[in-house]
């Protein structure tokens, strides 16, 4: 089934597996938990679904109904269980494609539920040793963003982006520097003026000329986007 799928041997396997997580999360069926002991050996490797959600609301067990379908959950509650096994994956291709979609979890699941299982993972990925993995878990913060707010987000995110912002790959921080403009969507003009606009200044004295170029644009991007006041 898809879980194992996730923990196939082959790279190539898990890292296209870990591609369609978003999308085999929206499944409208209700699975059970995994490890929950009352739905027998298939609880915890075969993700049993119950296609037949259309008749009881999503999902809510009539009454009378089979017992063992109250306990059902809807399949993102189950994979979101898996996200941290996946930020330790040896695979960077694996991390770089969960930071890439996990977060399209968030409005499935809900605030307190993305709080109390995304957000961790997310953080971990935010700290991840391979810079294209944080840089696709920083271009992808929005989804969790509008469902949790910026708030639990800001002491993680900026030291990631600081570190980012100084890379030794010159193109890791031209990517770093075209995601500005959404970060500062994102997270606020007085977010953006204590702790990024000195480094978006800072890049207009880059040694490479594209960083420099980019920088200026961005300032212009910035205006317009925080207005002239700003």
């Known amino acids: 089934n898809y879980e194992k799928l996730l923990q196939d041997p082959e790279a ?27 739905a027998g050996s298939d609880s915890d490797n075969g993700m049993d679904i ?9 999902g809510i067990v009539a009454a009378g109904g089979n017992n063992k379908s109250s306990h059902r959950i809807p399949v993102a509650q189950r994979l ?19 930071a890439m979609v996990a977060t399209e979890l968030a409005p499935l699941l809900g605030k307190d539920a993305s709080v109390t299982h995304l957000l961790p993972p997310m953080l971990l990925l935010l700290r991840d040793s391979s810079s294209e993995v944080r840089l696709n878990i920083i271009s992808s913060l929005s989804l969790l963003n509008d469902v949790i707010g910026t708030d639990l987000l800001h002491q993680s995110l900026l030291p990631a982006i600081l570190d980012l912002a100084d890379d030794g790959k010159w193109r890791i921080r031209l990517a770093v520097i075209e995601r500005i403009p959404l970060l500062a969507k994102q997270l606020g003009s007085d977010f953006f003026d204590d702790r990024l606009l000195g480094l978006c200044v800072g890049w207009l004295g880059d040694d490479i000329s594209s960083i420099r170029e ?17």
Do not use: C
């Open 12 to 38: 190539e396997v898990r890292t296209a597996a870990t591609y369609n997580l978003s999308e085999v999360a929206k499944t409208k069926a209700l699975v059970y938990p995994a490890g929950w002991s009352g």
């Open 50 to 58: 119950d296609d037949d959600d259309d008749d009881n609301d999503g």
């Open 80 to 98: 979101v269980t898996r996200l941290v096994g996946l930020t330790e994956d040896d695979s960077i291709n694996v991390r770089a494609a969960l």
């Open 214 to 230: 980019a920088a200026a644009k961005n300032l212009q991007e910035l205006t317009v986007l925080l207005g002239t006041d700003w």
